[in-house]
Protein backbone atom coordinates (compact mmCIF):
# COMPACT_ATOMS: atom_id res chain seq x y z
CA UNK A 1 0.00 0.00 0.00
CA UNK A 2 1.39 3.53 -1.42
CA UNK A 3 1.72 5.87 2.22
CA UNK A 4 2.29 9.32 2.53
CA UNK A 5 5.50 10.08 4.25
CA UNK A 6 2.95 11.76 7.02
CA UNK A 7 0.43 8.69 7.18
CA UNK A 8 4.32 6.23 8.00
CA UNK A 9 5.13 8.76 10.91
CA UNK A 10 1.89 8.60 12.36
CA UNK A 11 1.31 5.07 11.75
CA UNK A 12 4.35 4.50 13.73
CA UNK A 13 3.40 7.07 16.37
CA UNK A 14 0.19 4.91 17.17
CA UNK A 15 1.74 2.24 17.16
CA UNK A 16 3.72 3.64 20.34
CA UNK A 17 0.73 5.28 21.67
CA UNK A 18 -2.60 3.65 21.12
CA UNK A 19 -5.26 6.18 21.40
CA UNK A 20 -4.25 9.50 20.85
CA UNK A 21 -5.54 13.11 20.79
CA UNK A 22 -4.63 14.42 17.19
CA UNK A 23 -2.79 17.52 18.72
CA UNK A 24 -0.70 15.53 21.28
CA UNK A 25 0.96 13.67 18.30
CA UNK A 26 4.06 16.08 18.16
CA UNK A 27 3.35 16.84 14.59
CA UNK A 28 2.55 19.40 13.21
CA UNK A 29 -1.45 19.58 14.12
CA UNK A 30 -2.39 19.96 10.41
CA UNK A 31 -0.42 17.29 9.06
CA UNK A 32 -1.60 15.17 11.61
CA UNK A 33 -5.43 15.59 11.09
CA UNK A 34 -4.71 15.17 7.23
CA UNK A 35 -2.72 11.38 7.56
CA UNK A 36 -5.42 10.84 10.27
CA UNK A 37 -8.11 11.24 7.81
CA UNK A 38 -6.18 9.57 4.68
CA UNK A 39 -5.35 6.62 7.03
CA UNK A 40 -9.15 6.14 8.05
CA UNK A 41 -10.54 6.18 4.44
CA UNK A 42 -7.62 3.52 3.71
CA UNK A 43 -8.87 1.16 6.58
CA UNK A 44 -5.87 1.61 9.07
CA UNK A 45 -7.08 4.02 11.42
CA UNK A 46 -10.08 5.01 13.25
CA UNK A 47 -10.96 8.79 14.13
CA UNK A 48 -13.29 9.71 16.65
CA UNK A 49 -14.76 13.45 16.89
CA UNK A 50 -16.06 14.96 20.06
CA UNK A 51 -17.12 18.31 20.57
CA UNK A 52 -15.84 20.53 23.54
CA UNK A 53 -17.68 23.63 25.18
CA UNK A 54 -15.88 26.64 26.79
CA UNK A 55 -17.18 29.41 28.31
CA UNK A 56 -14.82 32.23 27.64
CA UNK A 57 -15.08 36.17 29.32
CA UNK A 58 -15.14 39.14 26.75
CA UNK A 59 -13.26 42.05 27.66
CA UNK A 60 -15.60 43.54 29.75
CA UNK A 61 -15.90 41.31 31.87
CA UNK A 62 -12.05 40.93 32.37
CA UNK A 63 -12.53 44.47 33.71
CA UNK A 64 -15.31 43.75 36.06
CA UNK A 65 -13.43 40.96 37.67
CA UNK A 66 -10.79 42.86 37.83
CA UNK A 67 -12.20 46.11 39.52
CA UNK A 68 -15.58 44.81 40.91
CA UNK A 69 -19.14 44.46 39.11
CA UNK A 70 -20.93 47.84 38.87
CA UNK A 71 -23.31 46.38 40.80
CA UNK A 72 -21.18 46.11 43.80
CA UNK A 73 -19.39 49.84 42.93
CA UNK A 74 -22.41 51.27 42.75
CA UNK A 75 -23.02 51.11 46.70
CA UNK A 76 -20.49 53.19 46.96
CA UNK A 77 -22.88 56.07 45.40
CA UNK A 78 -25.01 55.78 48.60
CA UNK A 79 -26.98 58.96 48.84
CA UNK A 80 -26.00 60.20 45.88
CA UNK A 81 -28.62 61.82 43.51
CA UNK A 82 -29.07 59.09 39.90
CA UNK A 83 -28.94 61.63 37.41
CA UNK A 84 -25.54 62.50 36.12
CA UNK A 85 -24.85 58.59 36.31
CA UNK A 86 -22.46 57.46 33.23
CA UNK A 87 -23.70 53.98 31.64
CA UNK A 88 -21.43 51.35 33.16
CA UNK A 89 -22.77 52.98 36.96
CA UNK A 90 -26.64 52.75 35.24
CA UNK A 91 -26.23 49.47 34.47
CA UNK A 92 -24.55 48.50 38.28
CA UNK A 93 -27.98 50.96 39.58
CA UNK A 94 -30.17 47.83 37.98
CA UNK A 95 -28.79 45.18 38.69
CA UNK A 96 -27.94 46.75 42.41
CA UNK A 97 -31.89 47.17 42.65
CA UNK A 98 -32.96 43.80 41.17
CA UNK A 99 -30.42 42.27 43.44
CA UNK A 100 -32.28 44.43 46.51
CA UNK A 101 -29.43 45.87 47.44
CA UNK A 102 -30.60 49.63 47.01
CA UNK A 103 -33.59 51.63 46.27
CA UNK A 104 -34.44 55.34 45.00
CA UNK A 105 -35.93 57.64 47.09
CA UNK A 106 -36.32 61.27 45.97
CA UNK A 107 -33.71 60.66 43.45
CA UNK A 108 -31.18 59.47 45.47
CA UNK A 109 -29.50 56.05 45.76
CA UNK A 110 -30.40 54.68 49.32
CA UNK A 111 -28.19 51.64 50.24
CA UNK A 112 -30.67 48.90 51.90
CA UNK A 113 -28.65 45.73 52.40
CA UNK A 114 -25.00 44.41 51.52
CA UNK A 115 -24.18 41.49 49.03
CA UNK A 116 -21.77 39.20 51.06
CA UNK A 117 -19.90 37.25 48.53
CA UNK A 118 -21.17 38.34 45.06
CA UNK A 119 -21.82 34.52 43.84
CA UNK A 120 -22.21 36.19 39.97
CA UNK A 121 -18.49 37.52 40.30
CA UNK A 122 -17.35 34.46 41.20
CA UNK A 123 -19.08 32.69 38.25
CA UNK A 124 -17.71 35.22 35.91
CA UNK A 125 -14.04 34.26 37.23
CA UNK A 126 -14.51 30.33 37.14
CA UNK A 127 -17.12 29.95 34.92
CA UNK A 128 -16.53 25.67 35.25
CA UNK A 129 -17.44 26.43 38.70
CA UNK A 130 -20.58 28.13 38.16
CA UNK A 131 -24.28 27.18 38.17
CA UNK A 132 -26.87 26.55 35.17
CA UNK A 133 -28.67 29.74 36.78
CA UNK A 134 -25.34 31.95 37.09
CA UNK A 135 -24.66 30.89 33.35
CA UNK A 136 -27.79 32.44 31.74
CA UNK A 137 -27.22 35.89 33.44
CA UNK A 138 -23.70 35.90 32.39
CA UNK A 139 -24.61 34.98 28.60
CA UNK A 140 -27.70 37.15 29.03
CA UNK A 141 -25.63 40.01 29.99
CA UNK A 142 -23.34 39.24 27.16
CA UNK A 143 -19.89 38.61 29.88
CA UNK A 144 -19.54 35.04 27.89
CA UNK A 145 -19.90 33.91 25.32
CA UNK A 146 -20.01 30.13 24.50
CA UNK A 147 -16.91 28.51 22.28
CA UNK A 148 -17.73 25.02 20.86
CA UNK A 149 -14.52 23.21 19.44
CA UNK A 150 -13.82 19.71 17.97
CA UNK A 151 -11.24 17.08 19.45
CA UNK A 152 -10.07 14.32 17.10
CA UNK A 153 -8.96 11.22 19.02
CA UNK A 154 -7.47 8.22 16.54
CA UNK A 155 -6.33 5.03 17.11
CA UNK A 156 -5.05 2.24 14.72
CA UNK A 157 -6.95 -0.89 13.33
CA UNK A 158 -6.26 -4.27 13.20
CA UNK A 159 -4.91 -3.61 9.17
CA UNK A 160 -2.85 -0.14 11.02
CA UNK A 161 -1.15 -2.34 13.31
CA UNK A 162 -0.33 -4.85 10.72
CA UNK A 163 0.51 -2.07 8.50
CA UNK A 164 2.70 -0.18 11.01
CA UNK A 165 4.37 -3.60 11.96
CA UNK A 166 5.80 -4.34 8.43
CA UNK A 167 6.70 -0.22 7.86
CA UNK A 168 10.20 -0.92 10.15
CA UNK A 169 11.95 2.00 11.02
CA UNK A 170 11.27 5.53 8.79
CA UNK A 171 14.34 6.54 8.04
CA UNK A 172 15.64 10.36 7.92
CA UNK A 173 15.00 11.46 4.26
CA UNK A 174 17.23 13.41 2.28
CA UNK A 175 16.91 17.37 1.91
CA UNK A 176 15.01 18.79 -1.06
CA UNK A 177 16.82 19.12 -4.65
CA UNK A 178 16.49 22.80 -3.98
CA UNK A 179 18.51 25.28 -6.99
CA UNK A 180 21.59 25.25 -4.64
CA UNK A 181 21.64 21.50 -4.09
CA UNK A 182 21.28 21.66 -7.91
CA UNK A 183 24.77 24.90 -8.47
CA UNK A 184 26.97 23.42 -6.10
CA UNK A 185 27.26 19.88 -8.32
CA UNK A 186 26.15 18.24 -4.69
CA UNK A 187 23.09 16.35 -6.35
CA UNK A 188 25.69 14.42 -8.30
CA UNK A 189 25.88 12.14 -5.25
CA UNK A 190 24.39 9.13 -4.55
CA UNK A 191 20.95 10.32 -2.72
CA UNK A 192 20.71 12.79 -4.87
CA UNK A 193 20.78 10.87 -8.32
CA UNK A 194 18.41 7.97 -7.54
CA UNK A 195 15.69 11.55 -7.03
CA UNK A 196 16.80 13.04 -9.69
CA UNK A 197 16.89 10.86 -12.34
CA UNK A 198 13.48 8.71 -10.99
CA UNK A 199 11.37 7.61 -14.22
CA UNK A 200 8.41 10.03 -14.27
CA UNK A 201 4.82 9.92 -15.88
CA UNK A 202 3.62 12.15 -17.86
CA UNK A 203 0.94 14.65 -15.90
CA UNK A 204 -2.21 14.03 -16.76
CA UNK A 205 -3.93 16.44 -18.60
CA UNK A 206 -6.22 19.05 -16.22
CA UNK A 207 -9.80 18.90 -16.46
CA UNK A 208 -12.01 21.76 -15.34
CA UNK A 209 -13.72 20.96 -11.81
CA UNK A 210 -17.15 19.55 -11.33
CA UNK A 211 -18.92 22.53 -9.17
CA UNK A 212 -16.78 24.93 -11.72
CA UNK A 213 -18.97 22.93 -14.61
CA UNK A 214 -21.99 23.64 -13.04
CA UNK A 215 -21.40 26.62 -12.08
CA UNK A 216 -21.34 27.48 -15.69
CA UNK A 217 -24.44 25.46 -16.04
CA UNK A 218 -26.35 26.99 -14.00
CA UNK A 219 -24.87 30.84 -15.45
CA UNK A 220 -25.81 29.35 -19.06
CA UNK A 221 -29.65 28.40 -17.73
CA UNK A 222 -29.95 31.80 -15.86
CA UNK A 223 -28.78 33.78 -18.79
CA UNK A 224 -31.25 32.28 -21.56
CA UNK A 225 -34.12 33.08 -19.55
CA UNK A 226 -32.54 36.88 -19.37
CA UNK A 227 -31.39 37.36 -15.90
CA UNK A 228 -28.51 39.36 -15.11
CA UNK A 229 -25.35 38.53 -12.82
CA UNK A 230 -25.17 39.85 -9.68
CA UNK A 231 -21.90 40.63 -8.81
CA UNK A 232 -20.24 41.58 -4.79
CA UNK A 233 -17.20 40.94 -2.35
CA UNK A 234 -17.68 38.56 0.16
CA UNK A 235 -16.90 40.76 3.35
CA UNK A 236 -20.17 42.82 4.01
CA UNK A 237 -21.35 45.02 6.85
CA UNK A 238 -24.22 43.48 9.09
CA UNK A 239 -26.23 46.09 7.32
CA UNK A 240 -26.64 44.54 4.04
CA UNK A 241 -26.18 41.30 5.45
CA UNK A 242 -29.06 41.22 7.70
CA UNK A 243 -30.66 44.54 8.10
CA UNK A 244 -31.53 45.33 4.99
CA UNK A 245 -32.96 42.36 4.55
CA UNK A 246 -35.33 42.93 7.97
CA UNK A 247 -33.75 40.13 9.77
CA UNK A 248 -33.86 42.04 13.62
CA UNK A 249 -30.87 42.36 15.70
CA UNK A 250 -31.17 40.28 18.04
CA UNK A 251 -31.76 37.41 15.76
CA UNK A 252 -29.82 33.86 16.67
CA UNK A 253 -28.53 34.04 13.11
CA UNK A 254 -26.68 37.17 14.05
CA UNK A 255 -24.75 35.11 17.06
CA UNK A 256 -21.11 34.32 16.52
CA UNK A 257 -22.49 31.08 16.67
CA UNK A 258 -23.78 31.01 13.43
CA UNK A 259 -22.01 34.11 11.74
CA UNK A 260 -17.83 34.96 11.18
CA UNK A 261 -17.69 38.61 12.00
CA UNK A 262 -13.75 40.24 11.18
CA UNK A 263 -12.15 43.16 12.55
CA UNK A 264 -13.60 46.57 12.35
CA UNK A 265 -16.49 48.75 10.46
CA UNK A 266 -17.93 49.01 7.81
CA UNK A 267 -19.32 52.64 6.58
CA UNK A 268 -23.31 52.69 6.45
CA UNK A 269 -25.13 53.94 3.06
CA UNK A 270 -26.58 56.85 2.32
CA UNK A 271 -28.52 58.29 5.54
CA UNK A 272 -32.12 58.22 3.26
CA UNK A 273 -31.78 54.22 2.94
CA UNK A 274 -30.50 53.50 6.58
CA UNK A 275 -33.78 55.69 8.11
CA UNK A 276 -36.17 54.05 5.82
CA UNK A 277 -34.70 50.47 7.11
CA UNK A 278 -34.46 51.27 10.86
CA UNK A 279 -38.12 52.56 10.50
CA UNK A 280 -39.13 49.30 8.79
CA UNK A 281 -37.52 47.19 12.11
CA UNK A 282 -38.75 50.00 15.06
CA UNK A 283 -42.20 49.70 13.30
CA UNK A 284 -42.37 45.74 12.21
CA UNK A 285 -40.29 44.45 15.18
CA UNK A 286 -41.01 47.03 18.22
CA UNK A 287 -37.19 47.78 19.34
CA UNK A 288 -34.88 50.45 18.69
CA UNK A 289 -32.29 49.92 15.88
CA UNK A 290 -28.67 50.38 16.59
CA UNK A 291 -27.00 51.58 13.63
CA UNK A 292 -23.52 50.15 15.75
CA UNK A 293 -24.90 46.82 15.55
CA UNK A 294 -25.37 47.67 12.03
CA UNK A 295 -21.64 48.81 11.23
CA UNK A 296 -20.08 45.22 11.94
CA UNK A 297 -18.46 43.26 9.55
CA UNK A 298 -19.27 40.31 8.45
CA UNK A 299 -18.33 37.32 6.06
CA UNK A 300 -21.33 37.07 3.92
CA UNK A 301 -24.17 34.02 5.36
CA UNK A 302 -26.05 34.18 1.81
CA UNK A 303 -25.77 35.51 -1.91
CA UNK A 304 -29.20 37.76 -0.59
CA UNK A 305 -26.93 40.28 0.36
CA UNK A 306 -26.56 41.22 -3.04
CA UNK A 307 -30.16 40.90 -4.02
CA UNK A 308 -30.74 43.88 -1.41
CA UNK A 309 -27.58 45.80 -3.23
CA UNK A 310 -29.38 45.29 -6.64
CA UNK A 311 -32.17 46.08 -5.57
CA UNK A 312 -31.52 49.28 -4.22
CA UNK A 313 -30.45 50.66 -7.86
CA UNK A 314 -33.53 50.12 -8.98
CA UNK A 315 -36.18 52.94 -9.63
CA UNK A 316 -39.17 52.47 -9.36
CA UNK A 317 -41.28 50.53 -12.45
CA UNK A 318 -38.12 49.79 -13.37
CA UNK A 319 -38.43 45.76 -13.90
CA UNK A 320 -35.29 43.28 -13.95
CA UNK A 321 -34.36 40.06 -13.41
CA UNK A 322 -31.60 39.20 -11.53
CA UNK A 323 -29.11 35.98 -10.66
CA UNK A 324 -26.00 35.27 -8.36
CA UNK A 325 -23.76 32.62 -7.95
CA UNK A 326 -21.23 32.98 -4.74
CA UNK A 327 -19.55 31.78 -1.84
CA UNK A 328 -21.29 32.42 1.40
CA UNK A 329 -20.14 31.15 5.00
CA UNK A 330 -21.54 29.73 7.95
CA UNK A 331 -19.94 29.19 11.47
CA UNK A 332 -21.24 25.69 11.81
CA UNK A 333 -19.44 22.17 12.02
CA UNK A 334 -18.75 20.77 9.01
CA UNK A 335 -19.93 16.90 8.43
CA UNK A 336 -21.47 14.66 5.59
CA UNK A 337 -24.47 17.39 4.66
CA UNK A 338 -22.82 20.50 6.16
CA UNK A 339 -20.13 23.35 5.22
CA UNK A 340 -18.77 26.40 6.95
CA UNK A 341 -18.03 27.38 3.37
CA UNK A 342 -20.18 26.72 0.58
CA UNK A 343 -21.74 28.51 -2.53
CA UNK A 344 -25.57 29.70 -2.72
CA UNK A 345 -27.71 30.30 -6.07
CA UNK A 346 -30.26 32.64 -6.48
CA UNK A 347 -32.81 34.36 -8.91
CA UNK A 348 -34.85 37.32 -8.18
CA UNK A 349 -37.35 39.00 -10.35
CA UNK A 350 -38.48 42.76 -9.42
CA UNK A 351 -41.77 43.54 -11.12
CA UNK A 352 -44.98 44.98 -9.30
CA UNK A 353 -46.70 42.97 -11.93
CA UNK A 354 -45.78 39.91 -10.68
CA UNK A 355 -47.70 37.15 -9.00
CA UNK A 356 -47.28 33.77 -7.30
CA UNK A 357 -48.17 31.39 -10.04
CA UNK A 358 -45.23 33.27 -12.16
CA UNK A 359 -42.97 32.32 -9.62
CA UNK A 360 -43.91 29.04 -9.88
CA UNK A 361 -43.69 28.71 -13.40
CA UNK A 362 -40.25 30.45 -13.53
CA UNK A 363 -39.34 27.42 -10.88
CA UNK A 364 -40.86 25.37 -13.55
CA UNK A 365 -39.18 26.36 -16.55
CA UNK A 366 -35.62 26.99 -14.42
CA UNK A 367 -35.52 22.77 -12.97
CA UNK A 368 -36.98 21.78 -16.40
CA UNK A 369 -34.00 22.81 -18.09
CA UNK A 370 -31.86 21.17 -15.54
CA UNK A 371 -34.07 17.68 -16.94
CA UNK A 372 -35.82 17.68 -13.92
CA UNK A 373 -39.29 17.04 -15.90
CA UNK A 374 -40.96 15.90 -12.04
CA UNK A 375 -41.58 18.94 -9.98
CA UNK A 376 -43.41 19.82 -7.06
CA UNK A 377 -43.93 22.48 -4.40
CA UNK A 378 -44.46 22.53 -0.75
CA UNK A 379 -45.37 25.23 2.00
CA UNK A 380 -42.64 26.31 3.42
CA UNK A 381 -40.95 29.39 5.56
CA UNK A 382 -38.12 31.47 5.42
CA UNK A 383 -36.99 34.56 7.26
CA UNK A 384 -37.31 37.15 4.58
CA UNK A 385 -40.63 35.83 1.86
CA UNK A 386 -44.11 35.38 2.44
CA UNK A 387 -45.61 33.21 0.77
CA UNK A 388 -42.59 30.45 0.91
CA UNK A 389 -42.21 27.01 -1.04
CA UNK A 390 -39.65 24.43 -1.14
CA UNK A 391 -39.29 23.29 -4.60
CA UNK A 392 -38.62 19.12 -5.00
CA UNK A 393 -37.81 17.29 -7.94
CA UNK A 394 -38.44 13.49 -8.23
CA UNK A 395 -35.02 11.67 -8.89
CA UNK A 396 -35.93 8.25 -11.30
CA UNK A 397 -32.49 6.91 -10.11
CA UNK A 398 -33.51 6.99 -6.24
CA UNK A 399 -37.04 6.62 -6.81
CA UNK A 400 -37.50 9.05 -4.31
CA UNK A 401 -38.51 13.45 -4.17
CA UNK A 402 -35.32 15.75 -3.31
CA UNK A 403 -35.40 18.92 -1.75
CA UNK A 404 -33.12 21.44 -3.81
CA UNK A 405 -34.06 24.92 -2.93
CA UNK A 406 -36.67 27.32 -1.11
CA UNK A 407 -38.30 30.34 -2.73
CA UNK A 408 -41.06 32.84 -1.96
CA UNK A 409 -41.81 36.72 -2.44
CA UNK A 410 -39.95 39.36 -0.92
CA UNK A 411 -41.58 40.55 2.39
CA UNK A 412 -42.98 44.47 1.86
CA UNK A 413 -40.76 45.35 4.71
CA UNK A 414 -37.33 44.47 2.84
CA UNK A 415 -37.94 45.67 -0.57
CA UNK A 416 -40.13 49.26 0.49
CA UNK A 417 -37.29 50.89 1.77
CA UNK A 418 -34.78 49.58 -0.60
CA UNK A 419 -36.37 49.90 -4.00
CA UNK A 420 -40.38 50.85 -3.26
CA UNK A 421 -41.16 47.53 -5.29
CA UNK A 422 -42.82 44.94 -4.66
CA UNK A 423 -43.70 42.41 -5.47
CA UNK A 424 -40.07 40.82 -5.81
CA UNK A 425 -39.91 37.10 -6.66
CA UNK A 426 -37.42 35.08 -5.35
CA UNK A 427 -35.50 31.78 -5.12
CA UNK A 428 -32.33 29.63 -4.08
CA UNK A 429 -30.27 26.53 -3.94
CA UNK A 430 -26.94 24.92 -2.90
CA UNK A 431 -24.76 24.50 -5.72
CA UNK A 432 -23.02 21.45 -4.05
CA UNK A 433 -26.63 19.79 -3.02
CA UNK A 434 -28.22 18.65 -6.23
CA UNK A 435 -24.76 17.67 -7.35
CA UNK A 436 -24.57 15.03 -4.37
CA UNK A 437 -27.78 13.81 -5.57
CA UNK A 438 -26.97 14.05 -9.73
CA UNK A 439 -23.66 12.16 -8.48
CA UNK A 440 -24.78 9.89 -5.83
CA UNK A 441 -22.54 11.13 -3.17
CA UNK A 442 -23.01 10.54 0.41
CA UNK A 443 -20.45 13.02 1.48
CA UNK A 444 -20.89 16.79 0.34
CA UNK A 445 -17.10 17.07 1.69
CA UNK A 446 -16.15 14.84 -1.52
CA UNK A 447 -15.83 17.99 -3.72
CA UNK A 448 -12.85 19.73 -1.52
CA UNK A 449 -11.01 16.32 -0.98
CA UNK A 450 -8.80 16.83 -4.05
CA UNK A 451 -9.18 13.20 -4.87
CA UNK A 452 -7.92 12.51 -8.26
CA UNK A 453 -9.66 9.06 -8.86
CA UNK A 454 -13.17 10.70 -8.02
CA UNK A 455 -12.18 13.74 -10.13
CA UNK A 456 -11.02 11.72 -13.01
CA UNK A 457 -13.31 9.15 -13.18
CA UNK A 458 -15.48 9.10 -16.39
CA UNK A 459 -19.13 10.15 -14.57
CA UNK A 460 -17.53 13.31 -13.05
CA UNK A 461 -15.81 14.50 -16.07
CA UNK A 462 -18.85 13.71 -18.87
Request: glycine share 10%; aromatic share 10%.
Amino acid sequence: MILHKHEKILLKELEKKGKVQINQLGMNPDSARRAAFWLQEKGLAKVEENEKEKFMRNEECGQWIEKGFPEIRILKKDGEPVAGLSAEERIGLIWAKKNGWITIEGGKIKKIGEPGEYGLATAAAEPEKASEEELGVLLKRKLLHLEKSKEFMVSLTGNGKREAGELGEIKEEIGELTDEVIASGSWRGKEFRQYALAPTKDAPVGRVHPLTRMAGKVRRVFRDMGFVEMEGGMVESAFWNFDALFQPQDHPARELADTFYLEGKEELPEKGLVERVAKSHEKGWKYKWDPKEAKKRVLRTHTTVLSAKYLNKLKKNDAKKYFAIGRVFRNEATDFKHLAEFHQVEGIVAWEGATFRDLLGLLKEFYRRFGFEKIRFRPSYFPYTEPSVEIEVFFDGRGEWMELGGAGIFRPEMTKPLCDVYPVLAWGLSLERPMMLSEGLKDIRTFYKNDLDWLKSPGVNR
